[in-house]
């Protein structure tokens, strides 16, 4: 069976059973969530053994695995036993830290929020683990690391030692050390004679306490903001994406496309600017951007008219033109008021290998093989129910919503969010059926109706072979289940290496296998 990201052609695989595996920040019936407790971002590191979320309070919150441990020995060995492990993916709080706090602009009298848009993992280094965090201007680059406590162990005056006259017995010697220092400014032994010489005399020395200061075994975890990087974006930074060289990274905003590199916050370069000389001429902005996962020349970044560029950092400092461009020709007489909105690309993935992107827009999936510049391999309908909705979605900027979307580790599926705290998971193989719908609770299979696709030809399929999947009854979901546009599923994440999906309802992190 080939992998989504292989050389070959995307086999199909059966369709997963998903069963429940952990909450976190559960809520109770009734409870009122608090803004600031809204999670409003979630990644796995490359290794998939640590989890962070980041919400709307500006916090940064970490998970890390612990069933690998508890089995004893590494996953490797595990795989090479003769056992299959029945263990799923658990994960239990780590740590929480302040990433962002709310600030003002006073040269734009405008507000920034603290709310967290993007996390990404960086290259870990001596048990130390390392991320970057933004919210709508600002960078920060965090170390995450055990530290062991420092504790007061002992007092070290004896007052039993004490003698009458005030005069100090054996217990006070930390004061005589028999060392000498000169030039330096320190003190030598004549100082310290002279020093004691005068404690000596002194009736209130029995009050002294010197506390001992001992390292102990105890160890916490303390987070440190190592870098920030800020004043660089005009407009709302929407993505972050780490490059593979481990050095340098991207932030893209609506306009304008920068390069860092991790150890120098006071300078970027501006890598892309799709800002008119008129603002007035302004039809399309950036809307995601990530680097190519092994190669560091190469990054694509999606627009709000659904085309997805691809480009190549050799050919020029400013990279104006694009080494390709994707994109799926509109068919002619279905234009709307609604076109260009719906069209709008939220967020784009690469799959592990690279060859193949994701793309989020609000009514499907697709997927594009960058050597396949005529169209999607696969569209998705995601949403295809809410067409007759269009015009309420727009009145109630439903139609806004920025969902994200991500691959599984072997390219074999794809997943992403929509209302009522459900979300899509499907598979990516032409010949594959798999369209399941899973609800973010303790019961995922709720709302489960196995859709069959129905392959429908587009105007592209003779030349991209394209597979429509998953379309429902317009108006309700598969079931026939009213939405609700309150409840909205944007942001998950799939484990790297397994079937496992993280998943944000609210302030709740749900967590799911197969």
Request: some cysteine.
């Amino acid at each position: 069976m080939t992998g989504g990201d292989g050389d070959g052609d995307v086999t199909a695989a059966p369709p997963l059973d998903w069963k429940f595996s952990q909450v976190f920040g559960e809520r109770t019936a009734g409870e009122e969530v608090q803004e600031v407790d809204i999670i409003s971002a979630i990644e796995f590191d490359k290794s998939g053994d640590h989890l962070a979320t980041g919400d709307r309070g500006g916090r940064v919150v970490l998970f890390e695995r612990t069933d690998a441990r508890e089995h004893g020995g590494s996953r490797k060995d595990l795989e090479k036993a003769d056992y299959p492990s029945s263990r799923h993916p658990e994960f239990r709080y780590k740590t929480e830290f302040q990433s962002h706090e709310p600030e003002f602009d006073y040269l734009k009298s405008l507000e920034i929020e603290e709310k967290i848009n993007k996390i990404r993992w960086c290259q870990t280094a001596n048990g130390a683990l390392f991320l970057l965090s933004t919210n709508d201007k600002t960078i920060k680059y965090w170390k995450v690391q055990e530290k062991k406590v420092k504790k007061i162990a002992e007092i070290n005056l004896d007052t039993s030692k004490a003698v009458g006259n005030g005069s100090i017995g054996n217990s006070s010697v930390s004061l005589s050390h028999k060392s000498s220092h000169t030039a330096n400014g320190e003190c030598t032994d004549n100082t310290y004679a002279s020093l004691n010489k005068d404690f000596s005399s002194l009736g209130a020395l029995q009050s002294l306490r010197l506390p001992v200061v001992v390292t102990s075994n105890e160890t916490s975890l303390v987070a440190r903001c190592r870098r920030v990087y800020a004043h660089a974006h005009d407009y709302h930074i929407n993505s972050i994406s780490n490059n593979s060289d481990g050095e340098t990274f991207i932030s893209a905003d609506d306009l304008r496309i920068n390069l860092w590199n991790l150890e120098i916050s006071n300078q970027s370069f501006n890598i892309v600017d799709v800002k008119p000389a008129n603002m007035e001429d302004l039809t399309e902005v950036i809307t995601s951007a990530e680097f190519h996962p092994t190669h560091c020349n190469t990054l694509a970044y999606s627009s709000s008219k659904g085309s997805i560029r691809l480009i190549d950092l050799r050919q020029s400092a400013l990279c104006d033109r694009h080494s390709k461009l994707f994109e799926e020709q509109e068919s002619p007489g279905s234009r709307s008021f609604f076109t260009e909105i719906i069209a709008s690309i939220s967020d784009i993935k690469f799959g592990r290998e690279g060859r193949y992107i994701l793309s989020r827009d609000y009514m499907t999936l697709k997927l594009w093989d960058i050597n396949m510049d005529s169209g999607p391999v696969s569209t998705f309908q995601v949403h295809e129910y809410l067409r007759p909705k269009l015009c309420d979605l727009y009145e109630n900027d439903s139609i806004f919503d920025k969902f994200e979307c991500c691959l599984s580790g072997d390219g074999q599926r794809v997943a992403t969010g929509s209302y009522s705290n459900l979300f899509r998971v499907f598979g990516s193989g032409p010949s594959s059926s798999e369209a399941t719908t899973l609800e973010a609770s303790k019961n995922p299979m709720r709302r489960q109706v196995q859709t069959p696709s129905r392959p429908s030809r587009s105007l592209s399929s003779s030349i991209t072979r394209v597979v429509r999947r998953g379309g429902e009854s317009p108006g309700n979901d598969a079931n026939g289940n009213s939405f609700d546009f309150s409840t909205k599923l944007l942001h998950l994440a799939w484990h790297p290496t397994e079937n496992s999906i993280a998943c944000a309802a609210a302030n709740s992190l749900y967590m799911y296998y197969a």
